[in-house]
């Protein structure tokens, strides 16, 4: 089956500054890589997603990018907040929608 | 945009006894639909496939018998966890994918996730 490995588990930045969270997949059948953000007690949030036709996307200050060779996929956030701090997953997923996710990356975002 | 609605969102129950969750997509309809569960600062793990007509299928190490998943409709998906334990304690989170024009868009829309304590 899917593994998928995410790094790093907590990230501190600076308000202002960009953070980078990396993940890993095994299986090439995936084909769709969402990023979901996490606030306690509350259901994932897809904040951006790439498919695996596409080598990167980019809204606002999320970017994302996708190298399908390396089967690795990060997500790029730029300009933080301190809203900006919460759980965050990246998933790998197939045609029919079923979804691995990574463990999970901390980012408390310091004003 | 397409959504998915998750009830209860709390329950609190008694061990032995058993609790339905239900998941629905509101403004589409899923074949398939997905529950996890999540607990404290962990991630998202897939408990078992729903799919509409046919039985669910399960992911290693979760109990069929226990976990019992009914999809009896293109709308609806209901999880019962039976004879509740408190270690059955969780976030439980159910999913479907939106097939959109074409199908295979593979987003997935969440529910809002049930939190359920045993005591």
């Known amino acids: 089956g899917e593994n998928v490995e995410q790094h790093p588990s907590t990230l501190s930045v600076q308000e202002g500054d960009s953070a980078v969270i990396k993940c890993t997949y095994s299986?090439?059948?995936?084909?769709?890589f969402p990023w979901y953000k996490q606030e306690l007690g509350k259901r994932p949030q897809l904040i951006i997603d790439?498919?695996?036709?596409?080598g990167e996307k980019k809204d606002q200050r999320i970017a994302v990018t996708l190298n399908k060779t390396a089967k690795h996929f990060s997500l790029h956030i730029t300009e933080t907040q301190p809203e900006d701090s919460a759980v965050y997953f990246c998933?790998?997923?197939?045609?029919?929608?079923?979804?691995?996710f990574g463990d999970g990356t901390t980012l408390t975002v310091k004003p | 945009g397409a959504v998915v609605s998750q009830h209860p969102s709390r329950v609190i129950c008694k061990s032995g006894t058993s609790v339905k969750i239900e998941c629905r997509s509101l403004?589409?309809?899923?074949?398939?639909m997905f529950w996890y569960r999540q607990f404290p600062k962990q991630s998202l793990m897939l408990m078992a496939t729903?799919?509409?007509?046919?039985?669910?299928?399960?992911e290693q190490g979760v109990e069929k018998d226990k976990f019992l998943i009914n999809h009896a409709s293109l709308t609806l998906s209901t999880l019962t966890v039976t004879s509740a334990h408190p270690e059955d304690s969780s976030f439980y989170i159910c999913?479907?994918?939106?097939?959109?024009?074409?199908?295979?868009?593979?987003?997935?829309?969440f529910g809002e996730g049930s939190r359920l304590t045993v005591l």
């Open positions: 729903s799919n509409e007509g046919s039985k669910a299928t399960y």
């Open positions: 403004d589409f309809q899923a074949t398939t």
């Open positions: 790439i498919r695996s036709n596409v």
């Open positions: 998933a790998a997923s197939n045609y029919a929608g079923k979804s691995t």
């Open positions: 999913s479907a994918r939106d097939p959109g024009p074409g199908g295979g868009t593979g987003e997935l829309f």
């Open positions: 299986d090439s059948a995936s084909n769709y």
